[in-house]
């Protein structure tokens, strides 16, 4: 199974500030996730990377796990929080793990 993982900024691209309260961004993130019928999770993250001019920058990050989701399909969801967030850019990473369910019932 392929684990892809989508890592989403949350700092504007023109201000370079973070426009909105945190959970108005997961709000949209849930949603985008719900419309394209995706299971997922997420988790909310501190980052921080350099600009091509040098600059640095800190801030806060949602980080979007998928389960052997198609790659046609994380890439349009990717594209949707791209715009929605007013991002640059957004960070796929892709690696084959080993993913199965335990069931257990009390008896």
Do not use: W
Not at 2 to 23: P, R, S
């Amino acid at each position: 199974m392929t684990e892809t993982k989508v890592y989403i900024g949350l700092n504007d691209l023109e201000t370079m500030k973070q426009e909105h309260e945190t959970q108005r961004y997961v709000e949209i993130l849930k949603n985008v996730c719900r419309n394209y019928h995706v299971a997922f999770s997420f988790t909310v993250a501190q980052g921080g990377y350099f600009h091509a001019d040098g600059q640095y920058t800190q801030e806060v990050s949602l980080v979007l796990s998928l389960i052997d989701t198609p790659a046609e399909t994380v890439n349009e969801i990717a594209k949707d929080l791209c715009v929605f967030f007013h991002q640059e850019s957004l960070l796929i990473t892709e690696e084959t793990v080993r993913a199965y369910f335990i069931t257990e019932q009390l008896q």
